[in-house]
């Protein structure tokens, strides 16, 4: 391990045997809200890590908006809810985290034997690629088709040395563009494997990658929860999961920067060492349906953001659920609590009970 992105590469395969971390990567980047860590205790290294998570978390090509013009508008073929990135059967690659917006998804594709070994990154070995599917007429694929044509899933695909990368979900991160191969999908959608690692196996790792990606019907993903009441207004606008670990992330509402309007993530509490602190950091206790419920609007003691935010926290045996809001002159304490009041929680650490997230 020679540079940092071989770090990188390391943190970001052993992701989802961290649920502490993956709290942190929560916290810190799909909210935009990020976990004031204890200075006396730490001295500043969770602020490093921190900033190491969270730049291992988000696929690296998927930073930066292409400064391409925008193809046009047509018909939603799924909802910002409905995920479809699979692998083939008897993959040797297995999804670490994926995630969707209302015009695109997004899934990490990482090598099995890495996952599981103890020391992941063997030289010259394909260790996985970031996925990128945009929904039909939503990408303009001009630079990519000016690239080197080659054969991808079975169609025909093109490489270039250099795409420019694409947001998914907008962070103040830096640019980044890498190697990628790209086809269009019998959908219509359009499919791009990158990789911001420059080596001379990427061409051939790419197609590799790209050959085990599959498009299936969308299924609208779950969650431990599922709410009975929200305002209007709040439509599912973005989900982020993490199959193995289990954990999930949902944006409700317009999206405005890096936030929106409300974000719910359900964790467990098992192993995360912050989540002493942060009910120490919350006093502001009630019960709502049976559940322990901490309310602190910002700023406060736990957490950065707006100072128009607020956050609140559900304790619901060893699930916890992080509300985050943008705007609590929008979407109240008393808004939050009826949303809890009228809410229906299940196991965070068992999938097979998971749920809409509204109805």
């Not at 991808?152 to 991160?173: H, K, M, N, T």
């Not at 019998?186 to 990427?202: I, L, Q």
């Not at 944006?251 to 359900?266: E, H, K, M, Q």
Request: with cysteine; aromatic share 6%.
């Amino acid at each position: 391990m020679n540079t940092l992105e071989d770090l990188r590469r390391t943190l970001d395969t052993h992701a989802t045997a961290a649920p502490d971390a993956f709290g942190l990567i929560e916290r810190a980047r799909t909210h935009a809200v990020r976990l004031r860590r204890r200075r006396r205790i730490l001295t500043g290294t969770g602020t490093a890590l921190a900033i190491v998570l969270v730049s291992v978390a988000v696929p690296l090509f998927l930073r930066q908006p292409a400064p391409a013009p925008s193809p046009p508008a047509a018909p939603p073929s799924r909802s910002a809810a409905q995920l479809s990135v699979e692998l083939v059967p008897g993959s040797a690659f297995q999804i670490t985290t994926r995630g969707g917006t209302e015009d695109s998804q997004w899934a990490t594709v990482r090598a099995t034997v890495d996952i599981e070994s103890a020391r992941p990154g063997r030289p010259g070995a394909n260790e996985g690629a970031d996925v990128i599917v945009h929904d039909p007429g939503t990408y303009d694929p001009a630079v990519l088709q000016r690239g080197e044509p080659v054969t991808v899933a079975g169609r025909p695909g093109w490489y270039v040395e250099s795409l420019p990368s694409v947001v998914i979900v907008p962070l103040d991160l830096p640019a980044a563009a890498g190697p990628a191969v790209g086809f269009q999908d019998p959908s219509g959608a359009w499919v791009t494997v990158g990789d911001v690692e420059a080596e001379e196996t990427a061409r051939q790792h790419l197609i590799e990658i790209g050959n085990q990606v599959r498009l299936a019907e969308p299924i609208e993903a779950g969650a431990p929860f599922q709410f009975g009441w929200l305002p209007e207004g709040l439509p599912v606008s973005r989900v982020r999961q993490l199959p193995m670990g289990p954990a999930v992330t949902f944006g409700f509402g317009p999206v405005s920067g890096r936030d929106v309007a409300l974000s719910v993530t359900a964790q467990s509490s098992v192993g995360d060492r912050d989540w002493p602190m942060i009910k120490d950091g919350m006093p502001d206790t009630v019960t709502v349906n049976g559940n322990t419920v901490r309310y602190a609007a910002r700023p406060n003691a736990v957490w950065t953001g707006p100072d128009t935010g607020a956050d609140m926290t559900v304790e619901v045996g060893t699930c916890v659920f992080y509300f985050h809001v943008l705007d609590r002159e929008r979407l109240s304490r008393p808004d939050l609590l009826r949303i809890v009041e009228h809410a229906r929680f299940t196991s965070c650490d068992d999938p097979s009970t998971w749920l809409p997230p509204a109805r």
